[in-house]
């Protein structure tokens, strides 16, 4: 018999449950043990380890020197051997009141009794692979802290971008979405610079490529960065946000992305039938590889308000509720779901995520379509802020925010903490 452990490195993440405090056995950074077995698969050549149970050779019977026979004929004869006695019953504090079991044939806390049972039955799981780095990324050399969303960077495209991902490949996150804060001067009432060939995310795209071949790099697809009216489309002289003129835009700024080595485009504006539109443009270009996720559901949230100062990206006049949905909305989402399975996207995304759970779920049940669930920077920051002035313990509070997210349907996460939560599945401290 032979068992086969794949890839073991970053596998035990992937089993861990959120009460890894208490978990026995499985936590790597103080088993030192599983840190020893990672260190020497890692030093093998090949990329799997055969583990044969024929060749163990610590049997206890044989030290004990009897046959099974004559272990059996022991018992028989009544020389039964010593085995340590039933436990005593532990103690209750005194005071505890004297009761009569409650009639009940079903405990469900029977299930949850110790970690080990909580970890086999544990219904949803929460790995490094689930998740999608967002990163902003700037012209300038250093990188830039945002104020509203501690520990996240405006990223120097050349080189503090280029570490940053290094750093979550090595905890298993292997899937970027870049947001570029584009200088002023280069912003327009219809958008242009965002199908620059040569602009800050193709050739962002180009160089992650040339360093890391196998990164899947995510787009988005949206005119706001480059607008200088701070909307995602084209505005018109009496403030109405035209929807096919600005999706005329959406198609040459997604296969730009795509001519730059794009794995994922992802229209975030919530114009009417732009996925079906850059599915042409794509295809039309010999981009058909290239996947598409639509922003499905994205609400006119108050919780992007961190992320547009990270771009310096608001509106400069009006809000986003003629084209994002009304928060109020369930049953619309249906709508965008149709819609976009017909256009023929490849996944479908929720935005914001935490307080849109029940549409997460919605999506989950009415499509077969991969749902991505973007954790978005209000949620990121309010979570920080809790952490730092010790309201919350940020740490779990991060895992819990993730799992749930996960719990309610989603298989991709895109969200900030996607280093740091890594970091924490895969064992290592900050
Ligand atoms: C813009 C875009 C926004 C976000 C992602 N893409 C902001 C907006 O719609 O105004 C928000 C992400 C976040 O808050 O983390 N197309």
Not at 120 to 133: G, H, I
Not at 414 to 423: G, P, V
């Amino acid at each position: 018999m032979a068992s086969t452990i794949v890839n073991v490195s970053c596998n035990v993440q992937a089993i861990k449950g959120l009460d890894f405090q208490n978990y026995v056995g499985l936590k790597a950074s103080t088993n030192s043990k599983l840190n020893c077995l990672k260190t020497a698969i890692k030093a093998l050549p090949p990329r799997f380890l055969v583990v044969r149970a024929s060749e163990r050779q610590d049997g206890p019977i044989k030290k004990m020197g009897l046959s099974d026979a004559e272990c059996e004929a022991a018992v028989v004869a009544g020389k039964v051997p010593e085995a340590p006695p039933v436990p005593p019953k532990p103690a209750a504090p005194t005071g505890t009141p004297v009761v009569h079991s409650l009639p009940l044939n079903r405990r469900p806390r029977r299930n949850r009794k110790s970690p080990v049972l909580r970890a086999a039955f544990q219904e949803t799981q929460l790995s490094p692979a689930n998740f999608v780095y967002p990163l902003f990324i700037h012209e300038g050399e250093e990188d830039t802290p945002i104020g509203a969303m501690p520990g996240c960077y405006r990223l120097g495209w050349r080189h503090g971008l280029v570490e940053e991902v290094g750093k979550a490949r090595d905890v298993g996150v292997n899937s970027v979405v870049l947001f570029p804060k584009i200088p002023d001067a280069l912003k327009s009432s219809t958008g242009d610079e965002a199908f620059n060939e040569n602009g800050l995310v193709p050739r962002a795209i180009r160089l992650l490529k040339d360093k890391y071949p196998d990164l899947v790099i995510y787009t988005d697809v949206a005119l706001d960065p480059y607008s200088s009216d701070g909307h995602d489309g084209i505005v018109r002289e009496d403030g109405v946000i035209m929807n096919d003129e600005t999706v005329h835009q959406l198609c040459k700024q997604a296969v730009s992305q795509a001519r730059a080595g794009a794995d994922v485009v992802s229209p975030s504006d919530m114009m009417d039938g732009r996925v079906g539109a850059i599915r042409d443009a794509l295809d039309a270009e010999g981009f058909e590889h290239v996947l598409i996720m639509s922003y499905t559901a994205k609400y006119a949230s108050a919780f992007y308000g961190p992320f547009r100062e990270a771009l310096d990206s608001n509106p400069r006049f009006g809000d986003k509720k003629t084209y994002q949905m009304n928060p109020a909305n369930y049953r619309e989402a249906l709508v965008e779901v149709h819609e976009d399975e017909s256009e023929g996207a490849d996944i479908l995304l929720v935005k914001p995520g935490l307080p849109y759970l029940d549409v997460v779920r919605l999506l989950r049940d009415n499509s077969s379509l991969p749902i991505a669930a973007y954790q978005v920077s209000g949620e990121y920051s309010m979570i920080k802020a809790g952490g730092v002035l010790k309201m919350i313990d940020e740490e779990k509070v991060m895992l819990e925010s993730l799992m749930c997210l996960r719990r309610a349907g989603a298989d991709i996460i895109l969200t900030y903490f996607a280093l740091q939560a890594a970091k924490s599945l895969c064992g290592e401290k900050r």
